[in-house]
């Protein structure tokens, strides 16, 4: 193969009527709240642990919307707990109880 000096990625595209949404329909029936997030980042953007980790709070609630359930656990597991992103939450979800419910049906 010629070498271009880049490659092609696989596509990213997610066939959502395929996707296994099975643990956000059981966080959503845990945390009804989960449903409210509009992905505006602002929990990520004012996370503590965000700045030296890979914690990211919206990507995690992306990423169980999508079914993409093995990316979620990386993503949280630095988490402090400290509530900075519930004071920051424009919908007013109570963050740190979401994250502990997504914890709840890892069963971790
Ligand atoms: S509770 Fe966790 S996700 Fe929220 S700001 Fe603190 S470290 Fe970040
Ligand atoms: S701040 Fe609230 S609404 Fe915005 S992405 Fe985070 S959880 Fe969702």
Redesign the pocket.
């Known amino acids: 193969m010629i070498d271009f000096g880049y490659s092609l990625t696989p596509s990213s595209t997610i066939e959502i009527d395929d996707a296994d949404l099975s643990l956000f329909d059981e966080l959503c029936a845990l945390e009804p709240d989960a449903i409210k997030c509009m992905s505006c980042g602002s929990?990520?953007a004012?996370?503590?642990?965000?700045v030296f980790t890979d914690?990211?709070?919206r990507k995690v609630l992306l990423c169980l919307q999508r079914g993409q359930q093995e990316d979620v656990l990386p993503q949280?597991k630095?988490?402090?707990?400290?509530?900075?992103?519930?004071i920051?939450c424009p919908r007013g979800i109570n963050?740190?109880h979401l994250?502990l419910s997504i914890c709840k049906i890892y069963n971790i």
């Open positions: 929990c990520a004012s996370c503590t642990a965000g914690v990211n709070l949280l630095s988490c402090m707990l400290c509530g900075k992103c519930y920051v963050t740190r994250i």
